[in-house]
């Protein structure tokens, strides 16, 4: 029964061998008529090894001009409205600090009376707390100002923003 298997998978074998040669011609042809007509691009030309290992500059799609998406001018005006944020938060609270002198200067800090009589209400008492609450809330926003810019700072230097985009010359960041 063995030799009978063998015998009948033969013939099969020996008609795809007879089919292979044939295949390998069909393929060729098919192969030399798509390049006859166009249809296959021709092998890139060689590249040097320089040129692999060399970085790009700048990531494909961007171009030089622009870093993480923005250009120059937009990187500089984020910078200057967030600098300008920061400036006008300092400048209310030094305004808020001079209204707290000026006030403490106007009230004595010794409240006199006679043995046994209680001192009478401090008028500025209430006021000062308010402007206290004040210059809590506006040294707040100074320090909220100040973190969006250390913020906007990282993000430019993540995008790889070149500092002469959003340093000015002055500046001693």
């Given at each position: 029964?063995l030799?009978?298997c063998?015998?009948?998978?033969r013939?099969?074998?020996r008609?795809?061998?007879?089919l292979g040669?044939?295949?390998?011609v069909?393929?060729i042809?098919?192969?030399t008529a798509?390049?006859?007509?166009?249809e296959?691009?021709?092998?890139?030309?060689s590249?040097?090894?320089?040129?692999?290992?060399?970085?790009p500059s700048?990531?494909p799609?961007e171009?030089s001009?622009q870093r993480?998406g923005?250009?120059r001018?937009?990187?500089?005006?984020?910078?200057?409205a967030?600098?300008?944020e920061?400036?006008?938060?300092k400048?209310?609270?030094d305004e808020s600090?001079?209204?707290?002198t000026q006030?403490?200067?106007?009230?004595?800090?010794?409240?006199?009376?006679a043995?046994?009589?209680q001192?009478g209400p401090d008028?500025?008492a209430?006021?000062n707390?308010?402007?206290?609450q004040e210059i809590?809330?506006?040294r707040?926003e100074?320090?909220?100002a100040?973190?969006k810019?250390?913020d906007?700072?990282?993000?430019?230097?993540?995008a790889?923003?070149?500092?002469?985009?959003?340093?000015?010359?002055?500046s001693?960041q």
């Open positions: 029964m030799k009978h063998w015998k009948t998978a013939p099969r074998k008609t795809l061998r007879a040669p044939i295949w390998l069909v393929a042809a098919a192969a798509a390049v006859a007509d166009g296959v691009e021709a092998p890139p030309e590249v040097s090894l320089d040129d692999l290992l060399t970085l700048a990531l799609g171009s001009q993480g923005l250009s001018g937009e990187w500089s005006s984020r910078f200057a967030a600098e300008a920061v400036e006008a938060a400048a209310d609270l600090l001079d209204k707290l006030l403490m200067g106007k009230t004595s800090n010794w409240k006199v009376g043995p046994g009589v001192a008028e500025g209430t006021t707390y308010g402007l206290k809590r809330r506006k707040e100074v320090e909220r100040e973190r810019l250390i906007l700072v990282v993000e430019a230097n993540l790889d923003v070149p500092e002469d985009w959003y340093k000015k010359p002055d001693p």
